[in-house]
């Protein structure tokens, strides 16, 4: 029988239907307790399985006054591939992947190639060299790739190991030095510099000795940290292009970003003005410890358009 009103006038109940026992304390707090362990789990399983190989493609459209052709120019933005048992080939492909979908004019990458050392390099390289079969490619190097840094915290002693990835997918690193190429008939100035954790930082020898702007060309800086800007903020440029942040890796309603390994948490992700420049920081393809909570792996596109007049 179902339900407890009987049926029929001459049923006698006898017994009275059955009640739901009062809620105590200890058993509200045991019930709170399972959804709170159950909740805990999943929100696990979503920051270490899920976000972490969610990709995203942010697209940023920055108009400059130095860019003066017709055509605008795409820049693909990658950073912080981490290449470790927590970031496999596969993911670093399916940036690849997406990046090449875009059809970018230029590719930069910014820094943390690895975490710890570069494993099956060869293969490494060829997966970064269909980058740089597509379009121009440019790298700095990051706290990970080697050097004082990496060496303390159980990495690379130096960058050799790194270096020979780039140098055999194609792919220039700009080391303290500066490079001007052609795009869409418009002359660009890119700058990249060592890494700042690493003291490897040497502004002046990468744009060349002098502070001041050459031919008016539109500028972009590679620089693994955004912190760097200050140091940079003497020498000419428009565009500061640069990672490390991994968003925050873990960007927590009502605290921010309390993880971001940087001093300005002004500058963790997106593109933003600084003074009467622009700074951009990815989030990053790979991560650490395989964790991400709020801040997606992402292949950022910017868009750089000319600056119309209005007369």
């Known amino acids: 029988m179902n339900g407890c009103a009987p049926v029929g006038s001459n049923f006698r109940m006898a017994m009275s239907c059955p009640s739901a026992p009062p809620i105590t304390r200890r058993g509200f707090l045991k019930g709170l307790a399972g959804c709170t362990g159950g909740l805990a789990v999943a929100g696990f399983g979503y920051m270490r399985w899920l976000e972490p ?23 693909a ?50 997966l970064l060299r269909r980058l740089s079969q597509a379009a121009p490619t440019f790298a700095v190097l990051g706290n990970h790739d080697g050097g004082a ?39 660009l100035h890119l700058v990249g510099v060592g890494d700042w954790w690493a003291g490897q930082l040497d502004a002046r020898l990468a744009f060349g000795g002098g502070a001041g702007r050459q031919d008016e060309l539109p500028t972009v800086v590679l620089s693994h940290n955004p912190d760097t800007k200050e140091a940079l903020s003497p020498y000419p440029w428009d565009l500061l292009l640069s990672g490390h942040t991994h968003g925050g890796q873990l960007s927590l309603p009502l605290l921010g ?10 500058y963790v992700h997106g593109l933003k003005p600084w003074r009467d420049r622009w700074i951009h920081v990815t989030s990053g393809v790979g991560n650490l410890h395989g964790l991400r909570l709020g801040c997606r792996p992402e292949v950022s596109l910017i868009d750089i358009t000319p600056q119309y007049d209005e007369t």
């Open 53 to 75: 190989s969610w990709l995203a493609s942010p697209r940023h459209t920055l108009t400059l006054p130095a860019w003066r052709a017709a055509t605008p120019l795409r820049i």
């Open 257 to 266: 970003t309390p993880f971001a390994p940087v001093h300005d948490h002004r």
């Open 77 to 126: 933005h990658l950073s912080d591939l981490h290449a470790s048992p927590v970031v496999p080939y596969r993911q670093i492909e399916r940036a690849i992947i997406d990046t090449l979908a875009a059809s970018p004019d230029l590719i930069c990458l910014t820094g943390d190639f690895v975490t710890r050392e570069p494993d099956e390099p060869d293969h490494y390289a060829r």
């Open 149 to 187: 840094w990496s060496r303390n915290y159980g990495g690379q002693p130096d960058t050799r190991a790194v270096r020979r990835v780039l140098d055999l997918a194609e792919i220039q690193c700009l080391h303290n030095r500066s490079v001007t190429i052609e795009l869409h008939g418009q002359p």
